[in-house]
């Protein structure tokens, strides 16, 4: 997504929350995961601001003046995109937090800097809502595709109540596997 993001010359930078101490450690982990991707381009740096922080704490648990900056209203992020994710499919705080806690801290910002929200959904959400009655009620339980629906709630919620312009993109699967690839399709 970030190549893409890149690619696009939309923008001069992306900004880029990533858990680390340093904006330099933060930009090192995201050169080590495109490098495991075998898409990393030197020119690339130039692109990236890395944040050090977490999307599930308030202002991302970035320091103040890095969230200023984010929030201005005019030169500040004209779009907010919320890729971060668990690799879990289980209920727990961490999925909840990235996915809730984050989404909602995406949410103030948009509200701040007059930015639109970009949230990479699931698929899933596309097989509940299509499914026959007796496999919706299978899915429905399935606590992946409750934190994703509670998500898309809240888009709904923040674009009818606050609007804020939000989308939410239902991507079929997304994987990386252990050897640096993509093994599955990226739509």
Known sequence: LLRYLIKAGGASKVYCVVRSSTSEGGLARIEKALRLLKIWKDSFAQHIVALPGDMALPQFGLKK????L?????GGVQAIVHAGGS????????SVQ???SGLMNVITLARKSHASVHYISS????AEEAAEPQDQETLRTMPYVQIKRKAEDLLHFAARHYRVPCFAYRLPLISVNTRGGFSGDFI
């Not at 003046?65 to 200023?68: L, Q, V």
């Not at 690799?87 to 961490?94: G, L, N, T, Y």
């Open 65 to 68: 003046e890095d969230y200023e």
């Open 123 to 126: 698929g899933w959400l596309d």
């Open 70 to 74: 984010l929030a201005r209203r005019k």
């Open 98 to 100: 990235c996915n809730i």
């Open 87 to 94: 690799r879990k499919w289980h209920m727990d705080s961490e």
